[in-house]
């Protein structure tokens, strides 16, 4: 009592410990208050260390770049209890963010952490650094809170501004997974850093002018040191799959996926238009970034489980994916809302990308939901903008190039997702073919375990007559391995006979290769020949052979410009995804002097817009193509009552890619039927020197075998059915999307 007769309150040291012991109640959240508090104080990373931390008594370092306190700051904010700065001024100065920190207490999640807290702390302006070191035990009951001092010094700056709070003494022990727990207790507040490092290489973003906020979490022990959770390590990696687009300085755009699940590492060629035919050049993009992180969710096949990654965190990126997936935007190093916000489909990813999937059939899910993706835009030129934003600040003004960015990205999550499908269809098969093969595998030793079980059950059966029964069956197992072994040797045989086929196949590519390379030097004097002949020779009937030699020349054109394609797409190995429309007019156009010369009448019809089969080497769609054509030219010529006609017929019905290829030739026979495509069967007649085009149709017997073979090694099938109203032949192909 004073002499004013007034009591003011009096503060017992022992509240310290109720406000970090018991109002603190978890680890974690006490580390997530000190990470806000970074946050709050302008930081762009913080990197929290655990050093010796598998055992009671190590230590947490929490490291931040934000502007750090000086003495004002330390005494009035840091060190007064529930402290209202947070109250009055509720956005951060620089960044003007909105502060995650408001009772005031956050500072005294460190006595809840460990018994010892010493802090380091400089802002820019700052010649020295100032040192604060609180031992919590000082804080005992039955002491006046203000009696207990804390002694503070200024000491050499270790970095230009930041604050770093070590932690001692710790009170309980911290393993990988107790930091991985605290991690994704705080990712709320992480925003992903940048795609690439050009805004770093461009000074565009500096380092104390990025609006973003990282989180790294590393723990060593016995002086190793290993990050323990970061953004990529933590969600990203765990990714089926990988997408990035970028235009480069030249203004030509493209796409990668890759995954390793998946077996994919491609890149396709985006085109600024539609021509599918054609590749084209953006107008005003370049130097655009895009990446995108895809995930596949209740199919838990698909990921590897382990100590790495836990079905727990499984489900905590489940979690997060309903908060903060889909495409965000980056300009210039900061980020541009609301692209990428809940519930923001700015590229009609959930909208006209999914309604594709599902008229394509394609067997994944691809929406916002399964992307956390990331478009970065260097826009800075001239000391003009390409892209603006709007007067508040919301958006990009939708001008030309923003429209032609939005196109851009499209087009590449569309790719990815075609290429990811058609992936995933291949896993598939590929799976189906290792389990029939193990089943072959084990049927071979099921058989003799199974004799092995009726000798010792005869053994065991008291039968007086067993003895007689073991000698039958070891007498009959002998037998048994020797027919299995007869049907080995068969297959055995069969497969040398098949390698054989083969090496001719492989010297009759190199003898067409050889000649292709070497006939190519007389285009040019055949051309010049015939020029000289129409100029010079004037008489009618000169001048029709003359037609005539012109027409043939362009056929014999029409062939070897077919094998140089095929010798030129045999040089590389990689398989893509095969445009049918493209794959089928690119033929056409190669055996469009053929056919006319030939009288033939060829129809295409595409049933649907997208037709792209899984991925295949495009030599082999030439192969399919051209046996397909010469196998019907041969029919049609035998049957020359009227004019030849070929229709190819495409559609796509549920996963798969049907091809019809008809002729109006003489057909194949009943009995016929089903020797058509094995090796070496051909209904051609022996060639004909001397005869008319019509009698020189010979054929190795081949062709169709190699087709069957190329369309089963993708599960895929080749079958006659009944043709359409006019023609009497229809092979159909059907192939996985």
Not at 65 to 70: I, K, T
Not at 659 to 666: A, E, K, S, W
Not at 690 to 716: F, P, Q, R
Request: hydrophobic share 35%; proline share 2%.
């Amino acid at each position: 009592m004073d002499s004013k007769n007034t009591i003011s309150f009096s503060v017992d040291a022992g509240i310290i410990n109720r406000l970090g012991l018991e109002l603190v109640g978890r680890s974690e959240t006490a580390v997530s208050e000190l990470i806000k508090n970074s946050y709050d104080a302008d930081a762009t990373n913080v990197e929290v260390s655990f050093e010796n931390t598998n055992t009671i008594g190590g230590t947490i370092i929490i490291d931040d770049n934000g502007e750090g306190m000086n003495l004002e700051s330390l005494k009035n904010g840091f060190m007064r209890l529930s402290s209202t700065d947070k109250i009055h001024n509720p956005i951060s100065k620089k960044f003007s963010r909105k502060k995650a920190g408001k009772k005031g207490i956050g500072r005294f999640s460190t006595q809840r952490l460990g018994q010892r807290l010493i802090i380091i702390t400089k802002q820019a302006k700052m010649t020295e650094a100032l040192k604060l070191i609180i031992e919590w035990n000082d804080y005992t009951i039955d002491c006046n809170l203000e009696s207990v001092s804390n002694k503070f010094e200024y000491v050499l700056p270790i970095k230009n501004k930041g604050t770093r709070l070590i932690i001692e003494n710790l009170r309980e022990a911290w393993g990988a997974v107790e930091i991985r727990r605290v991690y994704r207790y705080v990712s709320d507040l992480l925003q992903p850093n940048y795609i690439s490092d050009r805004t770093g290489n461009l000074n565009i973003a500096k380092t104390d002018a990025e609006n973003f906020f990282s989180v790294c979490f590393k723990q060593t022990n016995a002086g190793k040191s290993e990050i323990i959770a970061e953004p990529t390590k933590m969600v990203f990696d765990k990714a089926i799959a990988t997408i990035e687009g970028y235009v480069d300085s030249h203004k030509d755009g493209y796409c990668s996926v890759f995954s390793k699940k998946f077996d994919l590492d491609d890149i396709i060629p985006i085109s600024a238009n539609d021509n599918e035919n054609s590749l084209s050049k953006f107008i005003e993009l370049k130097d655009i970034h895009f990446k995108a992180y895809y995930f596949i969710y209740n199919r838990k096949d698909y990921y590897d489980f382990d100590s790495n990654f836990t079905q727990l965190e499984y489900k905590g990126i489940q979690k997060m994916a309903s908060e903060s997936s889909g495409i965000r935007l980056y300009r210039n190093g900061f980020r541009v809302l609301p692209y990428g916000e809940k519930g923001n489909d700015w590229l009609n990813i959930d909208g006209n990308l999914s309604k594709k999937r599902y008229e394509s059939g394609l067997n994944i899910p691809f929406n916002n939901n399964n992307l956390f993706g990331f478009v970065e835009i260097i826009d800075q030129s001239n000391g003009e903008f390409i892209f603006d934003e709007t007067a508040n600040r919301e958006g990009l003004i939708e001008n030309l190039a923003f429209k032609e960015l939005n196109t851009f990205l499209f087009k590449v999550l569309r790719a990815a997702m075609f290429r990811i499908a058609s992936a995933e269809e291949l896993l598939k098969a590929k799976r189906k073919r290792e389990e029939r093969l193990k089943k072959q595998k084990n049927a071979g030793f099921q058989y003799i375990k199974n004799k092995i079980k009726e000798v010792q059950k005869k053994i065991e059966n008291s039968d007086p007559d067993r003895e007689e029964h073991i000698t039958l069956l070891l007498d009959s197992l002998p037998q048994d391995l020797d027919n299995r072994e007869k049907e080995i040797k068969k297959e055995a045989e069969a497969k040398i006979e098949e390698l054989g086929m083969l090496r001719v196949l492989a010297g009759t590519g190199l003898v067409i290769g050889e000649f292709v390379h070497e006939i190519e030097q007389f285009d040019t004097i055949f051309q010049s020949k015939i020029k000289y002949l129409k100029k010079n020779i004037k008489s009618d009937l000169s001048s029709q052979k003359i037609k005539e030699l012109e027409k043939s020349f362009k056929s014999y054109q029409s062939y070897t410009g077919y094998f140089r394609t095929s010798m030129s797409q045999n040089v590389k190995r990689n398989i893509v995804p095969i445009n049918m429309k493209k794959a089928i007019n690119d033929f056409l156009k190669q055996i469009e002097n053929n056919s006319r010369s030939s009288s033939l009448e060829i129809k295409k019809e595409y049933l649907k817009k997208n037709l792209i089969t899984c991925p295949m080497h495009p030599s082999e769609w030439l192969s399919i193509l051209f046996n397909l054509y010469t196998n019907s030219k041969k029919a049609i010529h035998r049957n020359s009552t009227h004019r030849g006609k070929i229709l190819i017929k495409v559609n796509q019905k549920n996963n798969k890619i049907i091809l019809q290829f008809q002729d109006n030739g003489d057909g194949i026979p009943e009995d016929m039927k089903n020797r058509i495509f094995a090796p070496f069967f051909t209904t051609a007649n022996p060639i004909n020197q001397g005869g008319k085009e019509a009698d020189n149709t010979s054929g190795t017997g081949l062709g169709l075998y190699i087709v069957k073979n190329i369309v089963n090694s993708y599960n895929g099938s080749i079958v006659l059915d009944d043709p359409d109203k006019n023609y009497n032949t229809n092979f159909v192909i059907t192939l996985p999307i």
